[in-house]
């Protein structure tokens, strides 16, 4: 990659960092004061796709 590129790259990349710092500051700071997490509406659909994974694999080796 060329000089002028990875200065390009990294000018895109703090201009990025800038517009979504302030969006990214309010989203941390409004998880702090979220209440605990739901685990078992997350764990439910992680679950099934874990046992989806299982059968693909298991039907691909039969």
Do not use: C, R, T, Y
């Not at 590129?5 to 700071?29: N, R, S, Y």
């Not at 764990?43 to 039969?62: D, K, T």
């Amino acid at each position: 990659m060329a000089m002028w590129e990875q200065i390009m790259l990294g000018i895109a990349a703090v201009v990025i960092l800038f517009f979504f710092w302030p969006g990214a500051k309010k989203a941390m700071e409004q998880s702090q004061q979220a209440e605990n997490p739901d685990w078992k509406g997350a764990l439910v659909p992680i679950g099934v796709v874990v046992l989806f994974v299982i059968l693909l694999i298991a039907m691909a080796s039969a």
